[in-house]
Structures are given as C-alpha cells and as structure tokens.
C-alpha cells in the first residue's frame, strides 16, 4: 500500500506519519510538504531515513509537481492534511487559506482523477458546523448539522469539504471526510492554545487568555485522532463523513488552569486580552457514527494526555527553542504585543 500524505511535516501529518509507519510498518509513505512556518523536517527525523518513506518539498497548488508526484509514485491512498489552519492568521490574511485549503485540495483530486486512487481523505474541521451556545450542553453537532463557518479558515474548510462531496457525486472519486474537534500533543506548533501556554508558562510570561475565558473547545489527544483516521481509510464508505472527537469539553481558562498547576507556575500569570474577532464559542461533537461503525473512541484521558504533552515540551527545548528563536517572536509581538499592554 502506498500513501501519499500531504502537509505531514505539520503537527498532525508528522504525527500521522509516525502512527502508520509503527501500524504499517511495510506500508510506502510519500509524504509532500511545502515547509511553510508551520512545518518543519525535524518532527520527521525519525523517518527520513527509512527506506520506505520519502519527503517531497512541494505546494499542493502546484499542479505541476502534483502530477510529477502522481506520474512517479501511483499512490493508492491519498490523506489531505495540508492546510493553513490557525484562525487567528486567517481573520488577519484570508487569502494563503483560500488557496492553499480550496484551490490545494482541487489540484489534488484532480490528480486523483487523472491518475486513479482507492481514496481521497480529506482532514477536516468541526469548525465548519460553527458554534454552539454554552447554555445549551445538550446541544452536539452531527455530520447531517448545516455548514456554518465563522472564520475565513473554517470557510475555507467548509468549502473544500463541498468540492469533495462534488467530486465524489460528479466524477465518482472514492472520497471520504474526517472532522476533528481540537488536536493537542507533540509537535504542535506554539501558536496554538495548548503548547503557546505551556512555553510561555515555563518562561514565565504572561498567558494571554481571550475574552472571559469561557469558551469551549473539545480536546483529543493527536493519537487518537491519527488512529481513527486510520480506520476511515481502510474501513469507511466512500462519500461518507466522519465527526472525530474527544467528549472532553473544557473551557479554555480551565486548560491553561490545568498546565500552570502541572508546570507549578502561579495563577497570576494568566492576562485577559482583547478577544478574536468572531470568536467561536463552543465546538462539541457527537462521534455516535464513529463508535457504531467502527467501534473506535478515544482513549486517551485529557490529564493523562495533557501531562505527556507537558513533559514532552519540557524535554524537547531543543525544537520550540528554534521555532521561538527565528521568526515566531515578531508573529507574537504583532498578536499579542498591543493586547498585552491593554
Ligand atoms: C492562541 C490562543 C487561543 N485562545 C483561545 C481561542 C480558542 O477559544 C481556544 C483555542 O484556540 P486555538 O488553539 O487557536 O484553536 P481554535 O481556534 O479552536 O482552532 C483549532 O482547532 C480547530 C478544530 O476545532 C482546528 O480546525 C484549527 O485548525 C485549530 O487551530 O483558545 C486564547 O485564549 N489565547 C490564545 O493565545
């Protein structure tokens, strides 16, 4: 089985990657990466010198170089995790998103077209339900609940979510989707909620917490979200839509409660700022179809996941240092640097 994995030197794909070499260990992995801000070779090394792997660097806009990646490789199964993801980035410049998230999921399965495939994944969002109120704890979203982004990024998402379901009813393409509540574990890069506290925390900066605090996000550990996908590939229908999620709803002043008393920093680190423009309030998913069909559900608890995913920051200076020491201090002055003084 040959796989061909697209952004898998960001934190979900590399995590991906890893996942299915140990489960797959005589699967090939093609993986292409166009090494944005966000990707980076050192969350591969573990693979780049296996004989069953390769690393090409590469836009999936670029339908060139796709099709030179289709012509010399044939995968068998293609997984789309290439996406620009961070909301935050997406209100300040929507435009990289709507190329790289729409334009770059078309070029593929149109090489998917021209080249044959067993399936097309596409790694989606539950962003794109858009967001649920708190005073309704009842209330989860289902894959039949309507579209309804709120951000450039998860419009963006929702739209390529569309063009898949056109190519699977126009052209027949083998497709199926995943959508994931909010991922958290090694590699993710320090601009999300999770890994962003927990190295300021360990410097002792101030923790810039949105708004009241009070929104809701659904936390699954990485791995859980890599196996699940896993099982779609193999198992799942084609044209069919899977909700993944961790049933973990926190509030993000409980998270960042949680990692300053894992870390044994005080709690008069946390800054209330300026809130996101259209922040979303609450993501919560129903996973019914995904424990029905394929008896899946996560597996990893939220403290157990979470105090791992400390130590592994704390033990891997080495990769945030170097993240946090080339261009990501400017990216965080021009975020934070007006709110923090507010
Ligand atoms: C970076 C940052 C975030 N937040 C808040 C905003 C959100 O309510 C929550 C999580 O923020 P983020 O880590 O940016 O993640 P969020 O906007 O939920 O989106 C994530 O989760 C989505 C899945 O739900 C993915 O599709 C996105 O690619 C991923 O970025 O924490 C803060 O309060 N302060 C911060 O500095």
């Not at 590469?58 to 012509?71: Q, S």
């Amino acid at each position: 089985m040959k796989i061909l994995v697209t952004g898998g030197a960001g934190f979900i794909g590399s995590n991906f990657i890893h996942y299915m070499m140990e489960k797959h260990p005589d699967y090939r992995i093609i993986c292409l990466d166009k090494l944005t801000y966000a990707g980076n070779l050192r969350n591969l090394e573990s693979a780049l010198n296996r004989e069953n792997f390769r690393f090409i660097k590469g836009d999936i806009c670029d339908r060139e170089l796709v099709y030179k990646v289709f012509e010399e490789e044939r995968p068998d199964i293609v997984v789309n995790f290439a996406a620009e993801s961070h909301v935050d980035r997406s209100i300040e410049d929507p435009e990289i998103f709507l190329k790289t998230n729409i334009i770059g999921t078309q070029v593929l399965m149109d090489a998917c077209r021209k080249y044959g495939i067993k399936r097309f994944h596409q790694v989606s969002t539950d962003e794109v339900y858009g967001d649920l109120p708190l005073d309704r704890p009842d209330l989860k979203f289902t894959e039949k609940s309507p579209l309804k982004p709120s951000s450039p990024y998860s419009a963006s998402k929702a739209s390529a979510d569309l063009l898949v379901m056109a190519y699977h009813r126009t052209y027949e393409l083998p497709v199926t989707i995943s959508r994931c509540s909010n991922n958290y574990g090694p590699y993710q890069f320090p601009e999300k909620l999770i890994p962003l506290m927990i190295i300021n925390a360990i410097h002792d900066r101030p923790l810039p917490v949105y708004g009241d605090g009070r929104n809701v996000r659904d936390w699954i550990h990485v791995k859980d979200h890599c196996e699940a996908i896993d099982l779609i590939i193999h198992e799942g229908k084609e044209g069919e839509i899977y909700n993944i999620g961790g049933e973990n709803e926190r509030s993000n002043i409980e998270v960042v409660k949680m990692i300053l008393k894992e870390l044994g920093k005080p709690e008069s680190l946390i800054k209330f700022v300026k809130d996101r423009p259209g922040h979303d309030r609450r993501y919560a998913l129903d996973i019914t179809k995904m424990k029905e069909e394929f008896g899946w559900s996560p597996k990893i608890s939220f403290e157990e996941g979470l105090r791992s995913t400390i130590k592994w920051y704390l033990e891997n200076r080495n990769w945030w240092e170097e993240i946090i020491n080339g261009e990501y201090m400017k990216y965080y002055e021009k975020m934070y640097g007006e709110r923090l003084k507010e």
